[in-house]
């Protein structure tokens, strides 16, 4: 994993959702974007991959303004293409629409200098599911704070 520097990860996320499957995508973005992405002012809660026609967009992830640029900034909220070949884009298509499943951003990510999204097909929790990993973290770690004691 060297050469690679995380700019965000979006916890809520596996929280929310089980991952069923991931994979990378390249995104277009203005020089502003990549600045602030630099800067780390990027949000990824709530948003998740639309389809228009053939092509893949980012919705509702938030970058944030870029302070230090002029007239040439960029709107924080807009839809973003993301670069996926088209093998790609039709499975993600089809496993959306067959299985009920989503596709959202689990991470972005410089690679080689280019800012890369870890996508993912996921399915949805249910309010049950996300109590029992609620349970499963909280007994861990009081097994962890035991052994801690003892040791």
């Known amino acids: 994993m060297s050469g690679i520097k995380i700019i965000t990860d979006n916890r ?4 929310d959702y089980e991952i069923v ?17 630099r800067n780390g002012q ?7 991959v ?7 967009f980012l919705q509702n992830a938030h970058i944030s303004v870029y302070k230090a640029s002029s007239y040439n900034n960029h709107d924080p909220e807009r839809l973003r293409k993301l670069l996926l070949n088209r093998v790609e884009l039709d499975r993600l298509q089809a496993k959306i629409r067959e299985k009920g499943l989503s596709c959202i951003p689990l991470k972005l990510y410089f690679k080689k200098g280019l800012v890369k999204a ?4 996921a399915r949805g929790k249910k309010k049950g599911d996300k ?4 349970k499963k973290r909280d007994a ?6 035991h052994s801690a004691r003892r040791g």
């Open 118 to 121: 870890e996508l993912a097909l």
């Open 21 to 37: 499957d991931t994979l990378e995508a390249g995104l277009v973005l203005t020089g502003s974007e990549v600045k602030s992405l």
């Open 131 to 134: 109590r029992e990993d609620i």
């Open 12 to 15: 809520k996320a596996r929280f």
């Open 140 to 145: 861990s770690r009081e097994m962890a704070r």
């Open 50 to 56: 639309s389809f228009q026609g053939n092509e893949a």
């Open 42 to 48: 990027v949000n990824l809660k709530d948003s998740y």
